[in-house]
C-alpha cells in the first residue's frame, strides 16, 4: 500500500479517453497469459473450427472468378474503375461483415482472412478496395450503434455495392488518432432555430475517399452553449451521401503508383443531428464506438494483407533459389 500511494501520486490520472480504450473489447488467451494459468485444452480446434479453415467451394471460386477478371488491372486512377466496383458489389464482396438479414454474407473471421489475403496476393490493390467495406468503413458502426432508420436505409445498399463507403478520420495533425488533434465542430442554432452540427473538416489519405458515395466522418464537437439533450461532447462520428453541401473528395493521392483509390475529404459543413451514427444520444460516443468496432480492420483485414505480402515474397524467394543454379547446384541446396 505504501508503494501504492507513492506511485498514485507520481503517475498523472488516467483519462477518459485512455479508460475508454482500456475498457474496449473482450480477453481471451492473453487474460491467461498473464495470469499464468493457461488452459490450452479451450483453445484447441472443434470440428467446426476445422471445417472454418477451408472457403466454401462457392466462395473461393467466386474468389478466383474475381481475380481472373480484375487481378491484373489497376483499380484507380483508371477509365473502368465502376465497372470494378458494380462487379465487387453484385457479387457481395462488400458484405463480408454484414448481418444476412440486411442482405450480407456474415464471414467467420477465418473466412474473411482468407478471402483477403487470396485477393490481395494477386492484386494488391484489389485486396485494398475490398478489405475497407469489410473493416474501416461505416458498416460495422451502423450495425453495431445505428438507429433502426439507419440500418434499414444503408446496410443492405452496402452489401450490395449501392453504397461504396469511406470512413474519414485520418487527418493531417492528428494522424489517425480519434484521440489528437482532430477537426473540431460546435453544435449551434441555425436560423431557423434548430440545433445542428457546424465543423470544417480536412481529411487525407482516405481509402476508396475518390470512388465512394458514403462517408463515415469522425470529428470532435464542442457544445459551448449545453444545445444538447442527450450524448455528451467529444469525439462523434456522422454518416454523410456524397452530394451533402460543402462536402468535397475531389482530389486523390496515388502513393507509388499503388493503384487503389485514396484521397482527401475536405468542407465546411453543416451535419443533421439525425445523420450522427446512432443519433443524438451517441454524440460524444465516437471514440468508444472506433475502440470497440474497428477490430475487424485493426485485428483481421489488415494482417490478412500482411500474411498476402509474407506469401507472395515467401513464394517468390523460394523458386528463385529453386531455379537460380550456381556451381551446378540450386541455391536452396546451398542452405
Not at 11 to 32: C, F, N, W
Request: glycine content about 10%; hydrophobic content about 35%.
Amino acid at each position: 500500500q505504501i508503494l501504492f500511494r507513492r506511485f498514485q501520486k507520481i503517475l498523472p490520472r488516467i483519462s477518459q479517453t485512455e479508460l475508454e480504450a482500456l475498457r474496449s473489447g473482450s480477453v481471451s488467451l492473453d487474460r491467461e497469459i498473464f495470469e499464468g494459468k493457461v488452459n490450452l485444452k479451450k483453445y484447441q480446434l472443434d470440428a467446426t473450427d476445422k471445417k472454418n479453415r477451408t472457403l466454401p467451394e462457392k466462395l473461393d471460386t467466386r474468389t478466383h472468378t474475381l481475380l481472373d477478371k480484375y487481378g491484373d488491372k489497376i483499380v484507380y486512377p483508371n477509365t473502368q474503375w465502376k465497372s470494378t466496383l458494380n462487379y465487387l458489389g453484385k457479387n457481395k464482396f462488400f458484405s463480408f461483415i454484414i448481418d444476412p438479414k440486411y442482405g450480407g454474407e456474415k464471414l467467420s473471421v477465418n473466412h474473411l482472412s482468407q478471402v483477403l489475403t487470396k485477393i490481395t496476393t494477386k492484386n494488391p490493390a484489389l485486396g485494398v478496395t475490398v478489405m475497407v467495406p469489410n473493416s474501416l468503413g461505416p458498416g460495422e458502426l451502423l450495425q453495431e450503434y445505428g438507429t433502426e432508420v439507419q440500418k434499414k436505409k444503408y446496410l443492405p445498399g452496402l452489401a450490395e455495392g449501392e453504397y461504396v463507403p469511406c470512413f474519414g478520420l485520418t487527418g493531417p495533425n492528428n494522424g489517425s488518432d480519434a484521440a489528437g488533434k482532430i477537426d473540431t465542430g460546435k453544435i449551434v442554432l441555425n436560423s431557423k432555430g434548430k440545433r445542428v452540427i457546424q465543423v470544417e473538416v480536412s481529411k487525407r489519405y482516405i481509402t476508396l475517399a475518390p470512388v465512394a458515395n458514403l462517408v463515415g466522418l469522425a470529428f470532435k464537437l464542442e457544445d459551448p452553449d449545453n444545445l444538447l439533450e442527450t450524448g455528451e461532447p467529444g469525439v462523434t462520428v456522422a454518416l454523410l451521401e456524397k452530394g451533402h453541401p460543402g462536402l468535397n473528395m475531389n482530389t486523390h493521392h496515388n502513393p507509388l503508383q499503388a493503384g487503389f483509390p485514396n484521397g482527401t475529404v475536405k468542407g465546411k459543413l453543416v451535419i443533421e443531428l439525425d445523420q450522427v451514427i446512432g443519433g443524438e444520444s451517441m454524440v460524444g460516443s465516437g471514440w468508444r464506438m472506433l475502440m470497440e468496432c474497428l477490430a475487424a480492420g485493426r485485428a483481421v483485414c489488415l494482417p490478412a494483407t500482411a500474411l498476402a505480402s509474407s506469401k507472395v515474397a515467401t513464394y517468390g524467394v523460394y523458386q528463385y533459389a529453386k531455379h537460380r543454379k550456381q556451381f551446378n547446384i540450386p541455391l536452396f541446396k546451398m542452405e
